[in-house]
């Protein structure tokens, strides 16, 4: 049997201010999305930033690295990086580029638009399970705002 502790009871910690802040509130939500996002794509082998490379290429077929680039805010050298495992899984290839020769497109191969209807069924599944507590019309605003943020 345990020793009952004398410590006394906790006493309330004032987060107002935290609470009042974007940024606070902002991770303190997306840590708690990322969190349950990271946990199922994990059965994809999939991570944030690779997911959104692969949705980006699944709904722009034929796009360059520049294009993915510049929509996901990340450098070039960084991208490199990402696309390699990917073309190593088959999940996307290369290909010559219709309009400039300089370029490469790129495109999912049938494995890779398989295992995206599949995590982009489970992240939209995520979503919803994460704005339980908010309406539609929540949810939209939501997204509206947060987009005026980083836009």
Same mark, same amino acid.
């Given at each position: ?30 840590? %708690? ?21 692969l ?8 796009? #360059?690295?520049?294009?993915?680039? #510049? ?35 790129l ?11 599949? %995590?982009e069924?489970? %992240? %939209? ?27």
């Open positions: 049997m345990a020793e009952p502790t004398n410590n006394p009871p906790a006493e309330p910690i004032d987060t107002r201010f935290l609470e009042s802040l974007i940024g606070y509130n902002a991770r303190r939500a997306a840590l %708690a999305v990322i969190e349950q996002f990271l946990q199922h794509m994990a059965a994809y082998e999939l991570r944030p930033v690779s997911f959104s490379v949705s980006l290429v699944k709904h722009n077929p034929g796009i #360059t690295s520049s294009q993915l680039c #510049t929509a996901l805010g990340i450098l070039p050298p960084n991208l490199v990086g990402l696309l390699k495992p990917l073309v190593k899984r088959a999940l996307i290839e290369r290909r010559p580029h219709p309009h400039d020769g300089r370029a490469m497109a495109h999912l191969t049938s494995t890779g638009r398989t295992l995206m209807a599949k %995590a069924a489970t %992240a %939209a599944e995520l979503e919803l399970q994460a704005t339980a507590n908010l309406s539609k019309s929540e949810r939209t605003t939501l997204l509206q705002l947060l987009k005026k943020v980083y836009a």
